[in-house]
């Protein structure tokens, strides 16, 4: 793509985005041994309302989740925990 017009002139609009980035929040969560755990959390955590990203890291035992506000720990518990895994609670 380019920023010129098909008549030959170039455009000097630029645009401006705001990004929210979120909070952050650490989780410690067990159970998970494979890529089917990542990509099962991933995707069962990353269906909630105001979940922006979820970072999985198995060999770590945790999930980082970034949410547009408050996370609700009490819904990722209840989400982690019937995909089959447990959530202990934030990472220190």
Known sequence: ???????GS???DTATVEVDEG?????NVSG???GH???T??????ALDGVLTVDVDVEAGRVSVTTSGEPDDAL????VDDAG???SGRAA
């Open 1 to 7: 793509m380019s920023c010129c017009t098909p008549d």
């Open 10 to 12: 170039c455009s000097t």
């Open 23 to 27: 909070t952050t929040t650490v989780y």
């Open 32 to 34: 998970m041994t494979c």
């Open 37 to 39: 755990c990542k990509a």
């Open 41 to 46: 959390l991933t995707k069962e955590i990353g």
């Open 76 to 79: 990722l518990t209840k989400v």
């Open 85 to 87: 895994y447990e959530l």
